[in-house]
């Protein structure tokens, strides 16, 4: 009695040739998956940190005295500037490139990511960071009257990009979960 492997194909309409456009043999291939793998953990890394921040750092914030939370604050996003900024760069760009390389549903998917991606650096470089720049300049002056609504801006542009980045790492896993599938060793986009 012969078996016959399970063959997985392409779902109707997508266009995908499994083998180079999904990462099957050869240097395309490997690189495609290199590359899928890092906008998945780029990805993942953003939402997580991202995650943490929101639910653990956040609430810390709330419940510490107003010296504590600035000099905290201020010290935290020196440290995460770095790290941050590389990880949204690489999640951007690797996922704009898998949306180049993928075709139909796994190229809309990945866009999307990419754009999230996007929209999570621009509400930080535009809302975010200000406030952490305003939040430097208390510790070396006076807090202003106003700073309780100040705080509660950058606490809600947080749970904004937190969740642009939490989609856009969701959207990766479907389209990772798209493209990886193994039929007589090779990937093709189910």
């Known amino acids: 009695m012969t078996s016959t492997p399970a063959r997985h194909t392409s779902m109707p309409g997508d266009g995908v040739d499994p083998v180079d456009a999904v990462g099957g043999p050869g240097t395309r ?28 750092i956040v609430q810390a914030f709330q419940s510490v005295p107003l010296d504590v939370r600035l000099t905290f604050h201020t010290a935290l996003m020196r ?51 200000p406030i952490n720049r305003q939040i430097r300049e208390w510790l070396a002056g006076s807090v202003p009257a106003d700073h309780a609504a100040i705080l509660q801006r950058w606490e809600l542009l947080n749970y904004l990009r937190t969740g642009t980045a939490l989609t856009a790492f969701v959207l990766m896993l479907v389209v990772v979960d798209r493209t990886v599938g193994t039929t007589a060793g090779r990937q093709v986009e189910r």
């Open 29 to 56: 291939g490997s690189a495609v998956r290199v590359l899928r793998r890092l906008a998945l953990f780029s990805s993942g890394l953003l939402a997580g940190a991202f995650g943490y921040g929101a639910v653990n």
């Open 79 to 129: 440290m995460n500037g770095p790290v941050m900024q590389s990880a949204m760069g690489v999640a951007f760009v690797s996922a704009l490139v898998l949306a180049v390389l993928f075709r139909a549903r796994s190229r809309m998917l990945a866009a999307g990511a990419g754009l999230l991606t996007l929209a999570t650096f621009l509400i930080t470089r535009f809302g975010n960071v």
